[in-house]
């Protein structure tokens, strides 16, 4: 069984730093692309970054510079670290996995940038 659980998030106050961490199991993490999304209230799911299963980052033009994805293949764990944090990143994030037997998500998490 597929499963991706989140952890991280929260709140933070503008210009601070967040890492978002994505645990996998039930697949081969090491060599499936990996992608952190995001929706906004309101807004459409937004592709934030992506790691290609041969290791390539692709990152929204919103967030270059300050977003860097990640994968630990010995702890089967993503990561998506987020330094100085504006208000419109406030989202739900999640991570998503592109397996042979399909696209998986994980639960979700939960980011709020305010002061």
């Known amino acids: 069984e597929v499963q991706l659980v989140q952890s991280g998030g929260g709140l933070v106050q503008p210009g601070g730093s967040l890492r978002l961490s994505c645990a996998a199991s039930?697949?081969?993490?090491?060599?499936?692309?990996m992608t952190w999304a995001r929706q906004a209230p309101g807004k459409r799911l937004e592709l934030v970054a992506l790691?290609?299963?041969?290791?390539?980052?692709t990152y929204a033009d919103s967030v270059k510079g300050r977003f860097t994805v990640s994968k630990n293949n010995s702890r089967k764990v993503l990561y998506l670290q987020m330094i100085d944090l504006k208000p419109e990143d406030t989202a739900v994030y999640f991570c998503?996995?592109?397996?042979?037997?399909?696209?998986?998500w994980g639960q979700g998490t939960q980011v709020t940038v305010s002061s």
């Open positions: 039930g697949f081969t993490f090491s060599t499936s692309a």
């Open positions: 998503n996995a592109q397996t042979p037997c399909g696209s998986y």
């Open positions: 790691h290609s299963s041969g290791g390539t980052k």
